[in-house]
């Protein structure tokens, strides 16, 4: 069974920093490419950041450019965003998300796998 499992959720304040995690286990992930969405109440889930199995070519939401950093370890099935100069607007669920395809996209339909969401909570 294809288990995501976000970590390192929790409230800071703005202009802080918080670290997330996510291991995938169940099945090889390092041919996958894998990302992180983020979703508030009342709306859509929406992109944040994807990165090829690789780590060669990374996508970032025009909100998050700049700020944050995704980053994977393939021998640990692990994906990471390191999250700085937070804003009160960044206050979301961040989802882990892998595909069985090559293909990223920002449409959270088109991801096959998806963690348990990490609250991440910012105070202006």
């Known amino acids: 069974q294809v288990q995501l499992v976000e970590s390192g959720g929790g409230l800071v304040q703005a202009g802080g920093s918080l670290r997330l995690s996510c291991a995938a286990s169940g099945r090889t992930f390092s041919n996958y490419p894998m990302g992180w969405f983020r979703q508030v109440p009342g709306k859509e889930r929406e992109f944040v950041v994807a990165?090829?199995?690789?780590?060669?070519?990374?996508f970032y939401a025009d909100s998050v450019k700049g700020r944050f950093t995704i980053s994977r370890d393939n021998a640990k099935n692990t994906v990471y965003l390191q999250m700085n100069s937070l804003k009160f607007e960044d206050t979301a669920v961040y989802y882990c998300?892998?595909?069985?395809?090559?293909?990223?996209?920002?449409?959270?339909?088109?991801?096959?796998?998806w963690g348990q969401g990490t609250q991440v909570t910012v105070s202006s």
């Open positions: 990165i090829s199995w690789s780590g060669g070519r990374i």
């Open positions: 998300v892998a595909d069985a395809s090559s293909v990223i996209t920002v449409v959270p339909g088109s991801w096959d796998y």
